[in-house]
């Protein structure tokens, strides 16, 4: 593909504002390049080369991802995509649509020319898009981390002038292309504060300035303990528990007995267990992200100690549906899914191998064995006939697609269930697949969804797997699923206007 569009060749008529802005540009440039930049010539040299090949913003997302908070890691990977998007716009479309040569370096002093020149054509500038695709993604999610690297940004992209490979026009074209990739990356994947769930229904809560009154039960296992420090600096007078797995249902009702609000630090099987105790007591919920997955926490809009423990301290809570099964007798509750044929197959298949493995292989070695197997691995009587199916989901609340990225609740008080099958047949993993990226209410003769607000499922099979928020238990004969709607209260920031 060759260039079509020449910026400096002449065209026959009278181009008197095209002719005033390269003319601009020229002298732009020429005055920058007579400028002294105190302090500028040891470091934009060295930092222009950095940036080659998006080295320097690797490096940056890989620093941001080691701080472990989901949204650093969040940020650090919507910059990394935004980079990405735009370097390919630019080296597919921008370089090779426009023929424009690099400044002559007559005018700049040689002590800042780099030791490589580029070759490539000199509009727009694929170092100012990556600069500003990446500091405009990681702002758009999380704009603490964007005030970070935008002057690391900002920088790069005046590199590019100072160092004369580029007019002050090729910067700012590949600027506003990169800050264009990062909104279209957004557009594709919505970003956190796109989706925070509605503050509604709003809910009495005892608000607790210092944390007292708060019993807070953390799961060792889950590599809580920066988690644990920040919470003892944030709440004080907040009473900590730091618990053993096995020790976590009983420490949780114990803590119930003699909190006012009983707190929570774990993955969504430790959450789902403090709400349980939590709706026994009659307590409010507050619920800290500690596990690999935290999907409830994250739906309802926590992520860190700062945003809880401020709803904690300003008495800040809504309430939430809560998911109920029972089966022989026995009962329980969800605050995110409950899954029956391939995903609890998965679950206990993973459990098996994890432990030799290690949790991605065993993952990859459980998805091929369950995939492979002849036999439908569920059979449900619904609607008084028997269905073979590969899977049945039932999400507490109704679960949307955004964009490209995975499921999430935009509303946690709807007051239905989120129920979907995949029916049997042959290609169980296409079966599944398109299921995983159809819409909340599509029907196919391999799939449907529906929203109800009850369901029955009758001639389940002894033994078998049941999965609910990563726990997974054996049942049979007849199971029955409902909503309480709003039956917990949850402390959660809400906006203040």
């Excluded at 499922?457 to 238990?473: H, K, Q, R, S, W």
């Amino acid at each position: 593909m060759s260039p079509d569009v020449d910026l400096t060749a002449p065209k026959p008529g009278r181009h008197a504002l095209r002719d005033w802005l390269l003319s601009l540009d020229s002298r732009l440039f020429e005055v920058a390049a007579e400028r002294n930049w105190p302090g500028a010539e040891p470091v934009l040299p060295r930092l222009s080369r950095s940036a080659n090949h998006g080295v320097l913003w690797f490096a940056t997302a890989a620093a941001m991802a080691a701080v472990r908070t989901p949204r650093a890691r969040r940020a650090a990977a919507r910059g990394i995509a935004s980079l990405s998007l735009a370097s390919l716009t630019i080296n597919t479309v921008g370089k090779r649509s426009v023929r424009r040569p690099r400044p002559v370096l007559d005018p700049v002093p040689a002590v800042r020319h780099l030791k490589r020149q580029p070759i490539t054509t000199s509009f727009p500038s694929g170092h100012a898009a990556s600069a500003a695709a990446f500091a405009t993604g990681v702002a758009l999610e999380s704009p603490a981390w964007g005030a970070v690297v935008a002057p690391l940004a900002f920088s790069v992209a005046m590199s590019r002038v100072y160092t004369g490979v580029h007019f002050p026009s090729d910067v700012l074209a590949g600027a506003a292309l990169g800050a264009g990739a990062a909104f279209a990356v957004r557009g594709l994947v919505p970003t956190r504060a796109q989706v925070t769930p509605p503050a509604r229904p709003r809910a009495v809560a005892p608000a607790l300035p210092d944390g007292e009154g708060l019993v807070f039960v953390t799961n060792r296992a889950a590599g809580t303990a920066d988690r644990v420090r920040a919470l003892r600096a944030a709440l004080p007078g907040a009473e900590i528990v730091e618990a053993e797995p096995a020790d976590i249902r009983a420490e949780l009702d114990k803590a119930a007995t003699r909190a006012r609000v009983l707190g929570v630090c774990g993955g969504d099987g430790t959450v789902n267990a403090a709400a349980a105790a939590a709706l026994r007591r009659g307590l409010p919920l507050a619920v800290l992200p500690g596990g690999t997955l935290n999907h409830f926490a994250y739906d309802l809009g926590v992520e860190d100690v700062r945003s809880l423990a401020g709803a904690v301290r300003r008495g800040e809570a809504v309430r939430v549906d809560v998911g109920r099964f029972a089966c022989d007798g026995r009962d329980g509750i969800f605050l995110n899914t409950l899954s029956l044929g391939v995903y609890p197959e998965l679950v206990r298949e993973r459990d098996r191998w994890s432990h030799r493995i290690g949790g991605w292989p065993a993952e990859v070695r459980a998805a091929v064995r369950v995939l492979r197997r002849g036999e439908h691995p569920l059979e449900l009587e619904l609607g008084g006939r028997r269905h073979p199916l590969w899977l049945l989901f039932v999400g507490n609340c109704t679960y949307h697609r955004l964009g490209l990225a995975s499921g999430r609740r935009l509303d946690l008080a709807d007051g239905r269930l989120d129920v979907r099958v995949v029916h049997g047949g042959k290609g169980p993993a296409l079966r599944l697949l398109a299921a995983a990226v159809a819409g909340p209410l599509t029907r196919s003769p391999a799939h449907a969804a529906v929203r109800v607000g009850r369901l029955r499922l009758a001639g389940v099979e002894p033994g078998t797997p049941l999965a609910y928020d990563g726990e997974v238990i054996e049942v049979s004969g007849e199971v029955t699923v409902e909503k309480l709607p709003e039956a917990l209260t949850v402390y959660r920031p809400l906006p203040h206007g």
